[in-house]
């Protein structure tokens, strides 16, 4: 299985999977014309995807979804409060396909699994997306981590996970009262050091990447969020620690079955 994080912050997120004869994009918060851009950038293109899923209706998630899949003929999945929190955004789409919350959705080489998390929207999800022998999870856009998605996380090969602010930082940052006790909320965004200790929980052996996501432009840096992670995997130097950028897309990462 392979992967590249398109881009991923406030300014506009998408995910990138494939295995086999498979492919699929995990939102859509770039314009049609970006998206192809960035997937150029690792010799993907949009005419091979299969399928491209939605996590919440939040405009930098959604933003070219409509678009690509009317463009590229594509099936776009999203569970009912997904599509009730965003028809109007999207348009018409070239096929609905809507999911239940927690049900698995067999694409091909692809079984993709959504759990729920806690976010502003109607019926925000993270995913699970495995093939017969690797798995990765993607879970941003959330304010707490529930038992549920431990438990979806937990032995995964890959993770993309949310390590979005500093609280210093969105504590004595521009934003306005009202906005910093949005984020911090539990129906707001994970801050370094809870993800960190999130994080600590879910080492396993055969973790082997681990992309730090959604970092706040305003309220976070690179450097802060690693040594917030580098802090829990200690001298352990056998899983890779990536941030997404908000720019450009990420490497292509490969995930491969791991002896241990």
Avoid: W
């Amino acid at each position: 299985m392979k992967f590249s994080v398109l881009g991923s912050g406030s300014k506009g997120n998408a995910l990138y999977i494939e295995s086999g004869q498979t492919s699929i994009l995990i939102d859509a918060g770039f314009s049609g014309k970006e998206i192809e851009k960035r997937l150029a950038v690792n010799n993907r293109n949009l005419a091979a995807l299969d399928g491209l899923f939605l996590t919440h209706e939040h405009g930098d998630h959604i933003q070219g979804a409509g678009v690509i899949s009317r463009r590229c003929r594509l099936p776009l999945y999203a569970n009912e409060g997904t599509y009730k929190g965003s028809d109007k955004k999207l348009g018409k789409v070239h096929k609905r396909m809507e999911f239940e919350t927690g049900r698995v959705v067999q694409l091909k080489d692809l079984k993709i699994r959504s759990f729920s998390i806690s976010h502003d929207t109607f019926d925000p999800v993270g995913f699970l997306v495995s093939d017969s022998n690797v798995s990765i999870a993607c879970c941003t856009d959330t304010g707490k981590v529930s038992k549920l998605v431990a438990s979806r996380l937990r032995g995964c090969d890959a993770l993309v996970l949310e390590f979005n602010h500093d609280p210093q930082m969105l504590k004595s940052g521009p934003y306005p009262l009202s906005l910093q006790q949005r984020v911090r909320s539990p129906h707001g965004h994970l801050a370094n050091e809870e993800a960190a200790s999130f994080l600590k929980t879910l080492l396993h052996d055969r973790l082997q990447t681990v992309v730090l996501a959604h970092l706040s432009e305003t309220n976070n840096t690179a450097e802060l969020a690693l040594k917030s992670a580098m802090a829990v995997l200690g001298e352990d130097q056998s899983c890779l620690l990536h941030v997404a950028a908000q720019d450009v897309p990420s490497e292509l990462f490969t995930i491969v079955v791991k002896e241990v």
